[in-house]
Protein backbone atom coordinates (compact mmCIF):
# COMPACT_ATOMS: atom_id res chain seq x y z
CA UNK A 1 0.00 0.00 0.00
CA UNK A 2 1.39 3.18 -1.11
CA UNK A 3 2.66 5.72 1.51
CA UNK A 4 0.14 8.74 0.75
CA UNK A 5 -2.38 6.04 0.59
CA UNK A 6 -1.79 5.02 4.40
CA UNK A 7 -1.46 8.39 5.23
CA UNK A 8 -5.21 9.71 4.25
CA UNK A 9 -6.63 6.25 5.71
CA UNK A 10 -4.67 7.11 9.03
CA UNK A 11 -5.98 10.77 8.89
CA UNK A 12 -8.28 10.15 11.59
CA UNK A 13 -6.34 8.15 13.93
CA UNK A 14 -3.17 10.21 13.68
CA UNK A 15 -4.16 12.99 15.97
CA UNK A 16 -4.53 10.40 18.66
CA UNK A 17 -1.26 8.90 18.07
CA UNK A 18 0.59 12.39 18.55
CA UNK A 19 -1.75 13.01 21.61
CA UNK A 20 -0.51 9.73 23.06
CA UNK A 21 3.20 10.41 22.53
CA UNK A 22 3.11 13.81 23.65
CA UNK A 23 1.30 12.75 27.18
CA UNK A 24 2.64 9.74 27.86
CA UNK A 25 5.70 11.45 29.93
CA UNK A 26 4.32 14.39 31.62
CA UNK A 27 6.74 17.09 32.59
CA UNK A 28 7.68 16.46 36.61
CA UNK A 29 7.88 18.90 39.66
CA UNK A 30 11.71 18.61 39.74
CA UNK A 31 12.09 20.23 36.51
CA UNK A 32 11.10 23.73 38.43
CA UNK A 33 13.14 23.22 41.13
CA UNK A 34 16.62 22.67 38.86
CA UNK A 35 15.64 25.37 37.09
CA UNK A 36 14.26 27.80 39.85
CA UNK A 37 17.61 29.47 40.67
CA UNK A 38 17.84 30.87 37.36
CA UNK A 39 14.84 32.38 37.67
CA UNK A 40 14.41 33.71 41.29
CA UNK A 41 18.21 35.40 40.76
CA UNK A 42 21.38 35.69 38.71
CA UNK A 43 22.24 35.09 35.32
CA UNK A 44 20.95 32.52 32.72
CA UNK A 45 24.53 30.80 33.56
CA UNK A 46 24.29 30.83 37.60
CA UNK A 47 26.51 33.70 37.82
CA UNK A 48 25.55 36.84 40.24
CA UNK A 49 23.81 39.96 38.68
CA UNK A 50 25.81 43.42 39.14
CA UNK A 51 24.04 45.07 42.56
CA UNK A 52 20.85 46.76 41.84
CA UNK A 53 20.23 45.33 38.38
CA UNK A 54 17.75 42.61 36.88
CA UNK A 55 19.53 39.65 34.61
CA UNK A 56 19.08 41.44 30.68
CA UNK A 57 16.83 38.20 30.16
CA UNK A 58 14.66 38.71 32.91
CA UNK A 59 11.42 39.27 31.03
CA UNK A 60 12.12 37.10 28.72
CA UNK A 61 12.86 34.48 31.39
CA UNK A 62 9.24 35.03 32.59
CA UNK A 63 7.94 34.54 29.61
CA UNK A 64 9.30 31.35 29.40
CA UNK A 65 8.29 30.70 32.36
CA UNK A 66 4.54 32.09 31.92
CA UNK A 67 4.40 29.42 28.74
CA UNK A 68 5.95 26.61 31.01
CA UNK A 69 3.30 26.75 33.33
CA UNK A 70 0.42 27.59 30.30
CA UNK A 71 2.22 24.39 28.65
CA UNK A 72 1.98 22.44 32.01
CA UNK A 73 -1.67 23.07 32.42
CA UNK A 74 -2.37 22.16 28.66
CA UNK A 75 -0.04 18.82 29.12
CA UNK A 76 -2.32 17.39 32.41
CA UNK A 77 -5.25 18.23 30.45
CA UNK A 78 -4.69 16.82 27.28
CA UNK A 79 -3.30 13.47 29.63
CA UNK A 80 -6.74 13.69 31.26
CA UNK A 81 -8.40 13.54 27.80
CA UNK A 82 -6.23 11.10 26.06
CA UNK A 83 -6.78 8.69 29.19
CA UNK A 84 -10.96 9.32 29.22
CA UNK A 85 -10.71 8.45 25.52
CA UNK A 86 -8.43 5.86 26.03
CA UNK A 87 -11.29 4.49 28.46
CA UNK A 88 -14.47 5.50 26.14
CA UNK A 89 -12.78 3.52 22.33
CA UNK A 90 -11.05 0.52 23.88
CA UNK A 91 -10.66 -2.87 21.58
CA UNK A 92 -13.19 -5.36 23.11
CA UNK A 93 -12.84 -8.37 20.49
CA UNK A 94 -9.72 -9.45 17.91
CA UNK A 95 -11.34 -10.94 14.65
CA UNK A 96 -12.06 -12.21 11.98
CA UNK A 97 -8.31 -12.41 11.09
CA UNK A 98 -8.07 -11.61 7.00
CA UNK A 99 -5.75 -13.46 4.80
CA UNK A 100 -5.59 -12.06 1.22
CA UNK A 101 -5.24 -15.00 -1.04
CA UNK A 102 -4.86 -14.89 -5.38
CA UNK A 103 -6.78 -17.56 -5.82
CA UNK A 104 -10.32 -18.03 -3.74
CA UNK A 105 -11.30 -20.96 -4.88
CA UNK A 106 -7.96 -23.10 -4.44
CA UNK A 107 -8.05 -21.55 -1.20
CA UNK A 108 -10.93 -22.58 -0.03
CA UNK A 109 -10.28 -26.28 -0.76
CA UNK A 110 -7.13 -26.00 1.14
CA UNK A 111 -8.59 -24.48 4.25
CA UNK A 112 -11.77 -26.85 4.27
CA UNK A 113 -10.45 -29.90 2.79
CA UNK A 114 -6.83 -30.23 4.24
CA UNK A 115 -8.15 -28.11 7.45
CA UNK A 116 -11.56 -28.55 8.84
CA UNK A 117 -12.79 -24.87 8.44
CA UNK A 118 -16.47 -24.30 7.97
CA UNK A 119 -17.75 -21.56 5.59
CA UNK A 120 -19.99 -19.17 7.24
CA UNK A 121 -20.96 -17.07 4.26
CA UNK A 122 -19.23 -15.28 1.05
CA UNK A 123 -20.14 -11.89 0.16
CA UNK A 124 -18.42 -8.92 -2.45
CA UNK A 125 -17.30 -5.68 -1.48
CA UNK A 126 -17.23 -3.15 -3.97
CA UNK A 127 -18.58 0.55 -3.96
CA UNK A 128 -17.83 4.06 -2.84
CA UNK A 129 -17.06 2.57 1.32
CA UNK A 130 -14.41 0.01 -0.05
CA UNK A 131 -12.83 3.18 -2.03
CA UNK A 132 -12.67 5.12 1.13
CA UNK A 133 -11.53 2.52 3.09
CA UNK A 134 -8.75 1.52 0.66
CA UNK A 135 -7.89 4.14 -0.98
CA UNK A 136 -8.03 2.43 -4.42
CA UNK A 137 -10.50 3.57 -6.77
CA UNK A 138 -12.83 0.43 -8.20
CA UNK A 139 -11.65 -1.60 -5.35
CA UNK A 140 -13.23 -5.11 -5.64
CA UNK A 141 -12.94 -8.10 -3.63
CA UNK A 142 -14.54 -11.50 -2.96
CA UNK A 143 -14.66 -12.66 0.47
CA UNK A 144 -15.12 -16.01 2.11
CA UNK A 145 -15.53 -16.26 6.12
CA UNK A 146 -15.02 -19.56 7.71
CA UNK A 147 -15.15 -20.65 11.47
CA UNK A 148 -13.40 -22.76 13.36
CA UNK A 149 -14.43 -23.60 16.90
CA UNK A 150 -15.62 -20.09 17.72
CA UNK A 151 -12.91 -18.03 15.74
CA UNK A 152 -13.32 -17.10 12.40
CA UNK A 153 -11.03 -16.37 9.47
CA UNK A 154 -11.89 -14.33 6.23
CA UNK A 155 -10.50 -15.33 2.94
CA UNK A 156 -10.00 -12.45 0.61
CA UNK A 157 -9.69 -12.01 -3.21
CA UNK A 158 -8.97 -8.94 -3.96
CA UNK A 159 -10.69 -8.42 -8.08
CA UNK A 160 -9.28 -5.00 -8.66
CA UNK A 161 -5.74 -5.94 -9.31
CA UNK A 162 -3.24 -8.88 -9.21
CA UNK A 163 -1.74 -9.29 -5.84
CA UNK A 164 2.26 -10.09 -5.58
CA UNK A 165 3.00 -13.90 -4.15
CA UNK A 166 4.50 -13.64 -1.00
CA UNK A 167 8.66 -13.36 -1.78
CA UNK A 168 10.21 -17.03 -2.63
CA UNK A 169 13.14 -15.95 -0.03
CA UNK A 170 10.83 -14.92 3.02
CA UNK A 171 12.13 -15.91 6.21
CA UNK A 172 10.53 -16.40 9.54
CA UNK A 173 11.91 -12.86 10.79
CA UNK A 174 11.32 -10.75 8.06
CA UNK A 175 8.61 -7.76 9.11
CA UNK A 176 5.41 -8.98 7.21
CA UNK A 177 5.81 -12.23 8.63
CA UNK A 178 2.69 -13.57 10.04
CA UNK A 179 0.48 -16.42 11.14
CA UNK A 180 -2.30 -17.79 12.54
CA UNK A 181 -1.85 -20.50 15.72
CA UNK A 182 -3.97 -23.37 15.06
CA UNK A 183 -4.75 -25.23 18.52
CA UNK A 184 -5.03 -29.29 17.96
CA UNK A 185 -5.96 -31.96 21.07
CA UNK A 186 -3.44 -34.17 19.65
CA UNK A 187 -0.17 -33.34 17.93
CA UNK A 188 0.96 -36.40 16.74
CA UNK A 189 -2.70 -37.04 15.10
CA UNK A 190 -3.05 -33.10 13.46
CA UNK A 191 0.66 -33.60 12.09
CA UNK A 192 0.13 -37.24 10.66
CA UNK A 193 -3.14 -35.73 9.10
CA UNK A 194 -1.35 -32.66 7.57
CA UNK A 195 1.62 -34.67 6.21
CA UNK A 196 -1.09 -37.08 4.31
CA UNK A 197 -2.06 -34.21 2.79
CA UNK A 198 1.61 -33.28 1.68
CA UNK A 199 1.58 -29.73 3.24
CA UNK A 200 4.51 -27.65 2.52
CA UNK A 201 6.94 -28.02 5.66
CA UNK A 202 8.14 -25.07 7.52
CA UNK A 203 9.40 -27.15 10.70
CA UNK A 204 11.58 -29.75 10.45
CA UNK A 205 8.50 -31.77 12.36
CA UNK A 206 6.93 -31.04 15.78
CA UNK A 207 8.62 -29.08 18.67
CA UNK A 208 8.46 -29.83 21.84
CA UNK A 209 10.24 -25.97 23.72
CA UNK A 210 11.77 -27.27 26.52
CA UNK A 211 11.12 -27.21 30.42
CA UNK A 212 13.83 -24.90 31.17
CA UNK A 213 11.39 -22.03 29.74
CA UNK A 214 9.06 -21.68 32.49
CA UNK A 215 6.27 -19.71 30.24
CA UNK A 216 6.58 -21.81 27.16
CA UNK A 217 7.65 -25.50 27.99
CA UNK A 218 6.26 -28.19 27.00
CA UNK A 219 4.08 -26.70 24.70
CA UNK A 220 4.63 -28.45 21.14
CA UNK A 221 4.49 -26.68 17.74
CA UNK A 222 4.56 -27.04 14.14
CA UNK A 223 4.81 -24.52 10.76
CA UNK A 224 3.74 -25.53 7.60
CA UNK A 225 2.09 -22.66 4.57
CA UNK A 226 -1.24 -23.16 2.47
CA UNK A 227 -0.92 -23.43 -1.11
CA UNK A 228 0.36 -19.69 -1.96
CA UNK A 229 2.84 -19.63 1.05
CA UNK A 230 1.05 -18.30 4.02
CA UNK A 231 2.58 -19.69 7.30
CA UNK A 232 0.30 -21.20 9.35
CA UNK A 233 0.62 -22.92 12.90
CA UNK A 234 -0.95 -26.01 14.74
CA UNK A 235 0.29 -25.96 18.55
CA UNK A 236 -0.56 -27.84 21.33
CA UNK A 237 -1.32 -26.87 25.46
CA UNK A 238 -0.11 -29.28 27.70
CA UNK A 239 -2.31 -28.48 31.25
CA UNK A 240 -1.50 -25.57 32.67
CA UNK A 241 -0.56 -23.53 29.93
CA UNK A 242 -2.51 -21.42 27.35
CA UNK A 243 -6.00 -20.64 27.45
CA UNK A 244 -8.15 -23.46 29.81
CA UNK A 245 -10.51 -23.98 27.02
CA UNK A 246 -8.22 -25.47 25.60
CA UNK A 247 -8.33 -28.50 27.57
CA UNK A 248 -11.84 -29.08 27.25
CA UNK A 249 -11.84 -31.14 23.91
CA UNK A 250 -14.22 -34.13 24.56
CA UNK A 251 -16.04 -34.70 21.32
CA UNK A 252 -14.01 -31.50 19.77
CA UNK A 253 -12.28 -33.04 17.11
CA UNK A 254 -8.63 -32.56 16.11
CA UNK A 255 -8.79 -29.03 15.68
CA UNK A 256 -10.28 -26.76 18.05
CA UNK A 257 -10.12 -23.44 17.27
CA UNK A 258 -7.38 -20.30 16.50
CA UNK A 259 -5.59 -19.24 19.65
CA UNK A 260 -3.91 -16.06 18.53
CA UNK A 261 -2.18 -14.28 14.97
CA UNK A 262 1.73 -13.59 15.73
CA UNK A 263 3.43 -10.57 13.73
CA UNK A 264 7.23 -9.63 13.92
CA UNK A 265 8.18 -6.57 15.39
CA UNK A 266 11.05 -4.41 15.55
CA UNK A 267 10.73 -3.23 19.26
CA UNK A 268 8.19 -4.62 21.39
CA UNK A 269 8.08 -1.50 23.90
CA UNK A 270 7.08 0.51 20.48
CA UNK A 271 4.34 -1.92 20.15
CA UNK A 272 3.51 -2.06 23.67
CA UNK A 273 2.54 1.84 23.49
CA UNK A 274 0.11 0.84 20.48
CA UNK A 275 -1.54 -2.37 20.98
CA UNK A 276 -1.78 -1.61 24.76
CA UNK A 277 -1.69 1.82 25.67
CA UNK A 278 -3.71 2.88 22.36
CA UNK A 279 -5.94 0.24 21.53
CA UNK A 280 -6.37 -0.97 24.98
CA UNK A 281 -5.45 -4.35 24.03
CA UNK A 282 -4.02 -6.35 27.66
CA UNK A 283 -0.94 -8.52 28.14
CA UNK A 284 -1.55 -11.79 28.92
CA UNK A 285 1.94 -13.23 29.01
CA UNK A 286 5.21 -13.35 28.06
CA UNK A 287 8.08 -15.17 27.47
CA UNK A 288 11.81 -15.31 25.94
CA UNK A 289 12.90 -18.45 23.40
CA UNK A 290 15.62 -19.79 21.57
CA UNK A 291 17.45 -22.81 21.22
CA UNK A 292 17.62 -25.94 19.01
CA UNK A 293 14.03 -26.56 19.39
CA UNK A 294 12.88 -22.76 17.87
CA UNK A 295 15.94 -23.44 15.42
CA UNK A 296 13.91 -26.78 14.07
CA UNK A 297 10.41 -24.69 14.24
CA UNK A 298 11.23 -21.45 12.78
CA UNK A 299 14.07 -22.65 10.51
CA UNK A 300 16.09 -19.32 11.92
CA UNK A 301 19.26 -20.42 12.81
CA UNK A 302 20.41 -18.44 16.28
CA UNK A 303 16.97 -17.37 16.73
CA UNK A 304 16.25 -15.77 19.91
CA UNK A 305 13.26 -14.08 20.16
CA UNK A 306 11.19 -12.04 22.74
CA UNK A 307 7.72 -12.76 22.55
CA UNK A 308 4.92 -10.99 24.09
CA UNK A 309 0.75 -12.36 24.17
CA UNK A 310 -2.24 -9.33 24.00
CA UNK A 311 -5.78 -9.93 24.41
CA UNK A 312 -8.90 -8.00 24.46
CA UNK A 313 -12.11 -9.66 26.17
CA UNK A 314 -12.55 -12.26 23.16
CA UNK A 315 -11.13 -13.49 19.97
CA UNK A 316 -7.66 -14.90 19.57
CA UNK A 317 -4.68 -13.01 20.96
CA UNK A 318 -2.05 -10.96 18.70
CA UNK A 319 1.51 -12.51 19.62
CA UNK A 320 4.93 -10.15 18.86
CA UNK A 321 8.04 -12.10 18.24
CA UNK A 322 10.64 -9.31 18.25
CA UNK A 323 13.79 -10.97 17.01
CA UNK A 324 16.68 -10.25 19.27
CA UNK A 325 19.30 -12.47 17.16
CA UNK A 326 20.01 -12.57 14.38
CA UNK A 327 19.64 -9.12 12.91
CA UNK A 328 18.35 -8.64 8.77
CA UNK A 329 15.11 -9.04 9.53
CA UNK A 330 13.64 -6.84 6.42
CA UNK A 331 10.88 -4.13 6.88
CA UNK A 332 7.68 -4.64 4.94
CA UNK A 333 7.82 -2.77 1.30
CA UNK A 334 6.66 0.66 1.74
CA UNK A 335 5.31 -0.15 -1.55
CA UNK A 336 3.33 -2.80 -0.62
CA UNK A 337 -0.40 -2.63 -1.54
CA UNK A 338 -3.46 -4.37 -0.01
CA UNK A 339 -4.19 -7.11 -2.92
CA UNK A 340 -0.75 -8.09 -2.36
CA UNK A 341 -0.59 -11.96 -0.43
CA UNK A 342 1.75 -10.96 2.40
CA UNK A 343 -0.71 -8.30 3.30
CA UNK A 344 -2.56 -9.70 5.96
CA UNK A 345 -5.35 -7.75 8.37
CA UNK A 346 -6.60 -7.85 11.49
CA UNK A 347 -10.61 -7.03 12.43
CA UNK A 348 -10.39 -5.09 15.58
CA UNK A 349 -13.61 -4.05 17.04
CA UNK A 350 -13.95 -1.30 19.73
CA UNK A 351 -16.47 0.54 21.67
CA UNK A 352 -17.20 3.86 21.72
CA UNK A 353 -19.11 5.91 23.87
CA UNK A 354 -20.94 8.68 22.16
CA UNK A 355 -23.19 11.27 23.45
CA UNK A 356 -25.04 11.99 20.01
CA UNK A 357 -25.55 8.99 18.38
CA UNK A 358 -27.92 10.42 16.09
CA UNK A 359 -25.86 12.49 14.57
CA UNK A 360 -22.99 9.62 13.58
CA UNK A 361 -23.17 6.66 12.32
CA UNK A 362 -24.00 3.73 14.51
CA UNK A 363 -20.25 2.17 13.35
CA UNK A 364 -17.02 3.19 10.96
CA UNK A 365 -14.26 1.47 9.63
CA UNK A 366 -10.93 2.76 9.71
CA UNK A 367 -7.76 1.03 7.98
CA UNK A 368 -4.83 1.53 10.44
CA UNK A 369 -1.31 0.10 10.31
CA UNK A 370 0.68 -0.42 13.55
CA UNK A 371 4.33 0.39 14.14
CA UNK A 372 5.84 -1.78 12.26
CA UNK A 373 3.52 -1.99 9.13
CA UNK A 374 0.75 -4.45 10.00
CA UNK A 375 -3.04 -3.99 8.45
CA UNK A 376 -5.80 -3.39 10.95
CA UNK A 377 -9.16 -2.96 10.53
CA UNK A 378 -11.01 -1.11 13.70
CA UNK A 379 -14.73 -1.28 13.76
CA UNK A 380 -15.91 1.31 15.62
CA UNK A 381 -19.47 0.30 17.53
CA UNK A 382 -21.33 2.20 19.85
CA UNK A 383 -21.90 0.09 22.75
CA UNK A 384 -25.13 -2.06 22.53
CA UNK A 385 -27.10 0.04 24.93
CA UNK A 386 -26.71 3.55 23.09
CA UNK A 387 -27.21 1.85 19.49
CA UNK A 388 -30.89 0.71 20.21
CA UNK A 389 -31.64 4.12 21.89
CA UNK A 390 -30.51 5.65 18.61
CA UNK A 391 -32.47 3.63 16.29
CA UNK A 392 -35.85 5.05 18.31
Known amino acids: MHNDTVSLLQSDAAPMRRLAKRTSHPRRPTRMRRLAPAVSGGNRDGSPSPAGSRPARFFACGEEWSYFFLGARLTVWLFLLASALAVSAAVKEVGP ?52 GAEQIELVDWLHAEGRPIPADSRSFDHWFQHIAIVVSDMDRAYEHLRRHRVKHVSTAPQTLPDWNPNAGGIKAFYFRDPEDHVLEIIWFPPGKGDPRWQQTDGRGTFLGIDHTAIVVGDTERSLAFYRDELGLQVAGASENHGIEQERLNQVFGARLRITALRAKSGPGIEFLEYITPPGGRQIPADRRIEDLASWMVVLHEDFADTDLKTRAAASR ?15 EPPKSAAAESSK
Open 366 to 380: RLLQDPDGHSLLVLR
Open 97 to 148: IRITVGDLDQAMHFYTEVLPFREVTRFEEQGRPLKNLTGTAGARARVARLRL
